[in-house]
């Protein structure tokens, strides 16, 4: 599970993780500032995962990169930040982060 909050002081848009991550998550916060107004042109994402478990399949990742295109397609940056633990968990946001970029260039 996923709590988005925005912090209007620091301009940082906080992604605070619980025990996992499912796709489900990710497609709310694709979602949330996609039409969040609050948010400034040039994004900053903290992503708080602590020692997160991934429910998230590779397909679902795909499917999600592309999504996230969409999502940010508004802002002028989004520059993303991920605080773990959890070597796997890390991974799997440089992954992700991965195939955002491909998709971004396509």
């Known amino acids: 599970m996923v709590n988005i909050e925005y912090d209007q002081e620091t301009g940082v848009l906080k992604m605070n ?10 497609m709310r916060f694709i979602d949330h500032v996609s039409v969040d ?5 040039d994004l900053s994402v903290l992503h708080r995962a602590g020692g997160l478990h991934r429910n998230i399949k590779m ?3 795909l ?6 295109k ?15 633990s959890n070597s796997l968990s890390l991974t799997l946001f440089r992954l992700y ?7 971004i260039r396509s």
């Open 17 to 26: 993780y619980s025990e996992s991550v499912e796709a489900d998550d990710m």
């Open 37 to 41: 107004d609050r948010l400034p042109d």
């Open 59 to 61: 397909k679902d990742l």
């Open 63 to 68: 499917k999600l990169s592309k999504e996230m």
């Open 70 to 84: 969409r999502g940010t397609g508004k802002f002028n940056t989004v520059r993303m930040t991920v605080n773990t």
């Open 97 to 103: 982060e991965r195939l955002i970029m491909d998709a």
